[in-house]
Nanobody, 126 residues
Framework: QAQVTESGGGLVQIGESLRLSCVAS????????WAWFRQAPGKEREFVAR???????DYADSVKGRFTISTGTTRNTMYLQMNTVKPEDAAVYYC????????????????????WGQGTQVTVSS
């Protein structure tokens, strides 16, 4: 089972951009789903975006058109480009990795993912 580690969180101003990174160590499956979830204080962890090894991407409505999920030159690295950041984007962001491909339903389920990072804080300022 791969271990994943996020980085790139920090303070960002409203309307600005931030890029989060996630790296998997250990064995990365040939078919997989990468995902980002986030959790704001007092709220449940929610789906943000996913990327399937087939190339399919999927976004929460709240970030569609502003965030982009992608992989690096290898499948071990994954990014979340956050543009036009809003106050409601402030949260702890978690990257997750699942073995195998997911559907639009299963890919949004926390329980589908075997590997989770520790989270990286994104703070939005005015």
């Amino acid at each position: 089972q791969a271990q994943v580690t996020e980085s790139g969180g920090g303070l960002v101003q409203i309307g600005e951009s931030l890029r989060l990174s996630c790296v998997a160590s250990g064995r990365t499956p040939n078919t997989y789903t990468w995902a980002w979830f986030r959790q704001a204080p007092g709220k449940e962890r929610e789906f943000v975006a996913r990327l399937v090894s087939s190339g399919i991407t999927d976004y929460a409505d709240s970030v569609k058109g502003r965030f982009t999920i992608s992989t690096g030159t290898t499948r071990n690295t994954m990014y979340l480009q956050m543009n036009t950041v809003k106050p409601e984007d402030a949260a702890v962001y978690y990257c997750a990795l699942a073995i195998g491909q997911t559907t639009a339903v299963t890919g949004r389920q926390i329980t589908r993912y075997e590997s989770w990072g520790q989270g990286t804080q994104v703070t939005v300022s005015s």
